[in-house]
């Protein structure tokens, strides 16, 4: 089993910056990709950032150019800085991780969730 803790969350007056982190744990042979999605009240979950293995990213429209995503394979971690913040930014974040364990079974697992409020 897979689990991922995500911190960070909080507070910011728009126009601010908050850095999102997530740690992966458990029995992890290899993460494929890791991203960040958010849902805002009464709307779906929407997809923010990815990355691969690789190292490719890709962004939503609405945060390109203010969010980056980077991650640290040897520590199973990914971060998400987001500058620029605007008060539709506000959302619960959520970390994804794609991967295999030890016994070659695939897994797919999320994070609790973090509040991230924009607002002055």
């Known amino acids: 089993q897979v689990q991922l803790v995500e911190s960070g969350g909080g507070l910011v007056q728009p126009g601010g910056s908050l850095r999102l982190s997530c740690a992966a744990s458990?029995?992890?042979?290899?993460?494929?990709?890791m991203g960040w999605s958010r849902q805002a009240p009464g709307k779906q979950r929407e997809l923010v950032a990815h990355?691969?293995?690789?190292?490719?990213?890709n962004y939503a429209d609405s945060v390109k150019g203010r969010f980056t995503i980077s991650r640290d394979s040897a520590k199973n971690t990914v971060d998400l800085q987001m500058n620029s913040l605007k008060p539709e930014d506000t959302a619960v974040y959520y970390c994804?991780?794609?991967?295999?364990?030890?016994?070659?079974?695939?897994?797919?697992?999320w994070g609790q969730g973090t509040q991230v409020t924009v607002s002055s």
């Open positions: 994804n991780a794609a991967g295999s364990d030890y016994e070659s079974r695939l897994f797919n697992s």
């Open positions: 458990g029995s992890i042979f290899s993460i494929y990709a």
């Open positions: 990355i691969t293995s690789a190292g490719s990213t």
